[in-house]
T-cell receptor, first 113, second 114 residues
């Protein structure tokens, strides 16, 4: 069935260091991969996304890479800041009739000042 | 602010009761998705409506139902509530064209079943 695995479940980094979160999906028909940031008491907020026809996308300190052959994608945050502390979710969507998301289990990122 | 409005923010009720959660999508968005977020299950897809029609169902319990009205707002009805239904319920909306994949989430409704 459809499944997205996400690692690690928790991640602590020193301010200014980089953070990497990895996801693996099972449905080879998936073609859209968003990343969401969820702060306490709030709904998930889209921070970056990538489509299956692209291998890498960057937006300031955030980048996402996609390896379709291996069916995994990763979020990279450079020069981390305390405000990056949150729970991050990856998701996969196949986009046929419905664009429902299959989410990973989340990574709690703590950036230590 | 995502533009997606969910009410109420919190709901406390007893086992066996029925509740209705409401979602107003972003202006112009035709799709509404519902997700359940519990501590041990993460974010789970429940159901997708597009312009009033059901498009996809996830692992939604038979005690749960949803609908999307002509003004595009959606309601999620949860009945015969059990302790295990306590969770955060999110709705998300998406538009059309190149943005149809992108879902914008509301702030959620926290349901506590006592």
């Amino acid at each position: 069935g459809e499944n997205v695995e996400q690692h690690p479940s928790t991640l602590s980094v020193q301010e200014g260091d980089s953070a990497v979160i990895k996801c693996t999906y099972s449905d080879s028909a998936s073609n859209y991969f968003p990343w969401y940031k969820q702060e306490l008491g709030k709904g998930p907020q889209l921070i970056i996304d990538i489509r299956s026809n692209v291998g890498e996308k960057k937006d300031q300190r955030i980048a996402v890479t996609l390896n379709k052959t291996a069916k995994h994608f990763s979020l990279h945050i450079t020069e981390t800041q305390p405000e990056d502390s949150a729970v991050y979710f990856c998701a996969a969507s196949r986009g046929s009739g419905t664009y429902k998301y299959i989410f990973g289990t989340g990574t709690r990122l703590k950036v230590l000042a | 602010d995502s533009g997606v409005t969910q009410t109420p923010k919190h709901l406390i009720t007893a086992t066996g009761q029925r509740v209705t959660l409401r979602c107003s999508p972003r202006s112009g968005d035709l799709s509404v998705y519902w997700y359940q977020q519990s501590l041990d299950q993460g974010l789970q897809f429940l159901i997708h409506y597009y312009n009033g029609e059901e498009r996809a169902k996830g692992n939604i319990l038979e005690r749960f139902s949803a609908q999307q009205f002509p003004d595009l707002h959606s309601e999620l009805n949860l009945s015969s509530l059990e302790l295990g239904d306590s969770a955060l319920y999110f709705c998300a909306s998406s538009g059309a064209g190149v943005s149809k994949n992108i879902q914008y989430f509301g702030a959620g409704t926290r349901l506590s079943v006592l």
